[in-house]
C-alpha cells in the first residue's frame, strides 16, 4: 500500500483529555484534516501554530450527513492518491459514534493501510459525570434507531448526537412508547469541557430545553419500562412464594379452558370490529402464552426463549421465497410451499399421523374442513359444485331413511353434516363462520321478536308457537327493511 491514512481521536473536550501518543503524531505532521473546527481540542491545536484543514464547509453545501461523509471519504481518497501519509482526526473516540470513520474503512481500507488510533470518548465522560459503572449494563442508540430496538429498561440508554428540538421531541415520543412518562432523564452537554451542563428532569418535559451538537440523552435502567422481559418478569414473580396464590397452583391441565376462553374473546372482539377490545383480548391471550412456558421452565422443560426461538425459525423456515431463493408466484403457490415444509417437519415415520395431523381440540367444523382440505390437495375432492350439492341431497335422504326406520339416525345426521361443510368448502365459505353469523342473526332476529311482543303487551312465553310465529316474521321483515 503506497499510503497510510491515520484515524486520530481528539476525546471529548481540549487538549488535556488528548492522548499523548496522537499529540506527538499531530505536532509532526504537515496538514492535519479534522471533520469539524466546531471542537475544544482543534481550536487549542490551531492555536499551537499546527495547521488544520476541516470539511465544515462539506456541511452547508450536501443536503443530507450521508452525502456529508460520502464527500469526506473521497475527499480522504484523493489525498492518499498523493502517495503520502494523511492525517483525519474526530472528535471523541473514532470508532464511538462516527460515521465517516465506517465508511473510511468500508470504502478505503481495501485500496490503503488505515490505522486507527484511539482516544477517550464522549461514553468516559458520561460515566464520570452520572457516576456509574457500565459493567451494569448499556445501551447506546442513535437517535432514529429507537422504535424497534426492543427496550427492556435493564441497561442504561445512551442516545448521543441529539443536535436540536425537533430531534429531542422525535426520541421523546420513540421513548414514552416504553417508559413511564415521569421516568427520569439526564440531558447532558458539552461533557468535560468549562461549559459541562447535566440536567435531570422527567421524561415528558425533555423537550423543554435547548439542544445543539454536544448534547447526549441518557436514561437511568427503568423497571417499569413495558417490554416483553417485564412481562415474563411479572408471570415469574406471580408463580414464586412472593406471589399470587391462585397462579402458584395453576398447571397445564387446569389453564387449558382459559386458553380456550380467551381464544374465544379474541375471535369475538374481531367479529364485532372492536379494536379495543381486541387489544386487550390479545393480552389476555399473550399471557396465558407466557403461563404455560413460566411453567415449563419451572420443570426445565423449556422456556419462552425457546418458544420464541421455535417460531422465529419456523416462520423463516417456512417463507424460502421471502428468506431464501426459491420463486412463488401467487398466494396459493406460499399455501402450497408451506404445507410442504410443514409435512417434511412433521413426518417421523407414520403416515396416518403425518397426513392428518391436526389437533384433536379443533371445533369439530373447522377440523371437518382442515380434513376436507388435506384430501383435496392430493386429488381426493369433487372436480365441480355439482359433486358437494348432490352429495347433501344424498346424505339428506338417507337420513330421512334413517328417521323411518329409527336406526342409524346418529351416523347419517354426521354425514349430513359433514358434506355440508365439504358445500360450503367448495363455495369458498368458511363453515364455522357461516354458522356463527348464522347463529348471529338468529339470535337477533328472537331478541326483535320478543321486543315487539312486549310492545303489544304480551308475554312471548305464555304465546302459542302459531302466534309466536307471527312475531317471527314481523322480526324478519323489520330487519330486512332496515338492510
Known amino acids: ?118 482516544a477517550m470518548s464522549f461514553i468516559d465522560e458520561i460515566f464520570r459525570a452520572l457516576k456509574f459503572d457500565p459493567i451494569d449494563g448499556v445501551l447506546i442508540r442513535n437517535n432514529d434507531a429507537l422504535k424497534d430496538v426492543g427496550l427492556t429498561g435493564k441497561e442504561w440508554l445512551i442516545i448521543p448526537q441529539v443536535y436540536n428540538k425537533l430531534i429531542a421531541s422525535e426520541v421523546k415520543l420513540d421513548l414514552m412508547s416504553s417508559y413511564p412518562d415521569d421516568a427520569w432523564v439526564y440531558i447532558t452537554k458539552a461533557l468535560g469541557t468549562p461549559g459541562e451542563q447535566v440536567d435531570k428532569l422527567p421524561l415528558f418535559k425533555m423537550d423543554h430545553g435547548t439542544y445543539d451538537h454536544l448534547t447526549t440523552i441518557i436514561l437511568p435502567p427503568n423497571s417499569d419500562v413495558i417490554s416483553f422481559s417485564r412481562l415474563t418478569k411479572v408471570m415469574a414473580l406471580l408463580r414464586s412464594e412472593q406471589g399470587c396464590a391462585w397462579d402458584i397452583e395453576q398447571t ?123 384430501v383435496a390437495k392430493v386429488g381426493f375432492d369433487w372436480s365441480n359444485i355439482d359433486g358437494p350439492l348432490g352429495k347433501v341431497q344424498e346424505e339428506l335422504q338417507e337420513l330421512k331413511s334413517a328417521l323411518s326406520k329409527g336406526i342409524g339416525i346418529r351416523e347419517e345426521l354426521g354425514d349430513l ?4 361443510v365439504n358445500l360450503s368448502r367448495f363455495l369458498k365459505f368458511d363453515a364455522e363462520e357461516v354458522l356463527r353469523d348464522t347463529i348471529h342473526k338468529f339470535q337477533r332476529r328472537f331478541l326483535k321478536m320478543v321486543e315487539l311482543t312486549r310492545k303489544d303487551g304480551l308475554d312471548l312465553e305464555q304465546l302459542p308457537l302459531d302466534e309466536m310465529d307471527v312475531f317471527w316474521e314481523k322480526a324478519k321483515s323489520q330487519e330486512k327493511v332496515v338492510n
Open 252 to 374: 397445564h391441565d387446569t389453564l387449558k379452558p382459559y386458553l380456550i376462553e380467551e381464544s374465544y374473546e379474541v375471535l369475538d372482539a374481531i367479529e364485532k370490529n372492536d379494536m379495543y377490545n381486541l387489544c386487550e383480548e390479545l393480552g389476555d391471550l399473550l399471557m396465558q402464552v407466557v403461563f404455560h412456558a413460566q411453567l415449563a421452565s419451572e420443570a426445565r422443560e423449556f422456556d419462552i426463549q425457546d418458544v420464541l426461538q421455535g417460531v422465529i425459525h419456523k416462520l423463516i423456515r417456512r417463507h424460502p421465497h421471502v428468506f431464501g431463493e426459491e420463486k412463488v408466484e401467487s398466494s396459493d403457490d406460499v399455501i402450497l410451499t408451506w404445507d410442504r415444509i410443514k409435512q417434511l417437519e412433521k413426518t417421523s415415520g407414520n403416515d396416518e399421523l403425518a397426513f392428518f395431523n391436526d389437533p384433536l381440540g379443533l371445533p369439530a367444523l373447522m377440523w371437518a374442513s382442515s380434513t376436507q382440505r388435506r
Open 417 to 420: 353434516m359433514f358434506s355440508i
Open 1 to 118: 500500500m503506497s499510503s497510510c491514512l491515520h484515524v486520530m481521536g481528539l476525546g471529548p473536550s481540549g487538549l488535556e483529555q488528548l492522548t499523548i501518543g496522537n499529540y506527538r503524531r499531530i505536532c509532526g505532521a504537515k496538514k492535519i484534516f479534522a471533520r469539524t473546527l466546531e471542537h475544544t481540542c482543534v481550536q487549542e491545536l490551531m492555536a499551537e501554530g499546527i495547521c488544520v484543514e476541516s470539511f465544515d464547509e462539506i456541511y452547508a453545501t450536501k443536503p443530507s450527513f450521508e452525502e456529508v461523509y460520502e464527500s469526506i471519504t473521497e475527499q480522504l481518497r484523493k489525498e492518499l492518491g498523493k502517495g503520502s501519509e494523511v492525517i483525519y482526526v474526530v472528535p471523541g473516540h473514532p470508532m464511538v459514534a462516527e460515521k465517516t470513520v465506517q465508511l473510511i474503512i468500508e470504502k478505503l481500507a481495501q485500496e490503503y493501510e488505515v490505522v486507527i488510533h484511539p
